[in-house]
């Protein structure tokens, strides 16, 4: 069975990939993660897990790399991981009673051989209250996700209205996307 290195720390995709039943190992690239200048925010995922994807090649040269990046997008301005807890109840603020997209870019790379591809969602929040925003970042502390929430999390359950798209994706891996592109590396069913 071909070696599968994860290229993240985000214990979703880790949680993901567990459970598709994959067998893989994870080594964290180490990439500047700014988003190149002029760059539309649609196309800065799959960029940088293309960055991440080609950090780990010569780490694990007969490796299957799976690299992933996600962003949040609110229009066409990527909302990104919360500074501190200022920062996280303002992001929730402008998302409240908004639809915003989730856009996960994928870079699968085996040697020379090299696939990208990127889902988006679109996420609408009900309007939220000031409360419900203060009772999330209190308790959830989302300082480590893109958009200030998660939507397995409370604030999913509570304050999503609907979605358009792959759940999944918004957790950070569009991981059906994945298993079929992973066919073509020769691994899967």
């Known amino acids: 069975m071909r070696q599968i290195i994860l290229a993240s720390q985000s214990p979703r995709r880790k949680w993901?990939?567990?459970?598709?039943?994959l067998q893989f190992?994870?080594?964290?690239?180490?990439?500047?993660?700014?988003?190149?200048?002029?760059?539309?925010?649609?196309?800065?995922?799959e960029f940088l897990a293309r960055k991440k994807a080609a950090a780990i090649a010569p780490i694990a040269p007969e490796a299957v790399i799976v690299a992933a990046d996600t962003v949040v997008l609110l229009d066409h301005h990527i909302l990104g991981?919360?500074?501190?807890?200022?920062?996280?109840?303002?992001?929730?603020?402008?998302?409240?009673?908004?639809?915003?997209?989730?856009?996960s870019g994928v870079c699968i790379r085996d040697g020379a051989k090299e696939v990208g591809f990127s889902v988006t969602t679109e996420v609408y929040f009900r309007a939220l209250t000031d409360a419900q925003i203060r009772h999330y970042v209190t308790n959830y502390?989302?300082?480590?996700?893109?958009?200030?929430?998660?939507?397995?999390?409370?604030?999913?359950?509570?304050?999503?209205?609907?979605?358009?798209?792959?759940?999944?994706?918004?957790?950070?891996l569009p991981i059906?996307?994945?298993?079929?592109?992973?066919?073509?590396?020769?691994?899967?069913?």
């Open 176 to 189: 059906g996307d994945l298993i079929v592109a992973l066919k073509d590396f020769g691994i899967g069913a």
């Open 141 to 172: 502390k989302p300082y480590d996700k893109a958009g200030a929430y998660a939507i397995q999390e409370w604030i999913g359950v509570t304050g999503i209205e609907k979605i358009n798209g792959d759940y999944y994706n918004v957790m950070g």
């Open 25 to 45: 190992d994870i080594i964290v690239a180490d990439v500047d993660e700014t988003n190149p200048p002029g760059m539309p925010g649609d196309d800065v995922p």
């Open 16 to 21: 993901l990939m567990e459970m598709a039943e």
């Open 81 to 103: 991981k919360p500074t501190d807890e200022a920062n996280a109840l303002e992001i929730l603020r402008q998302l409240s009673g908004r639809m915003h997209k989730v856009v």
